[in-house]
């Protein structure tokens, strides 16, 4: 049942309740008011049914158009390897572009900038630096 279906549900049970009030017919209101808390609550899940649906979809569909490979997620079209994007925060639903650790030689090895990830990688093979050293680098 989606949420349109249900709005106009609560409304007619409002208004039963209105008509179980005149008649002073308490088995009726109270039921009436049961039904219209139930719906409310089918509302209410529904709603952060949809909002979780589509959060794994904005999700599945990141992972579509990336491929893990030596240890970093790449576009699928980016053959050349050019670009790495960081594997923790793509987990986390992120596209997070991955920086050179080493300004100076790029294909080294690369960091997330991501300040409250902080990951680490050498995709290419090269050597990796610490975190430490790429954080203490004077421009970052």
Not at 89 to 98: F, Q
Request: one cysteine or more.
């Amino acid at each position: 049942m989606d949420t349109a279906s249900i709005v106009p549900l609560i409304t007619m049970i409002k208004a039963a309740i209105n008509v179980a009030d005149g008649l002073k017919n308490i088995e009726v209101k109270n039921a009436l008011i049961a039904a219209s808390e139930a719906l409310q609550q089918q509302r209410e899940q529904n709603l952060a049914l949809r909002e979780e649906l589509l959060t794994l979809k904005t999700k599945l569909g990141i992972k579509e158009n990336y491929v893990l490979d030596k240890s970093v997620y790449w576009l699928k079209n980016d053959t050349s390897q050019e670009q790495p994007f960081c594997p923790a925060c793509m987990a986390k639903g992120l596209e997070v572009p991955m920086e050179p650790s080493n300004r100076t030689r790029p294909k080294e090895s690369v960091v997330c900038p991501n300040k409250d990830c902080k990951n680490m990688s050498d995709p290419w093979g090269g050597h990796a630096r610490s975190i430490e050293a790429y954080y203490a680098q004077e421009n970052f």
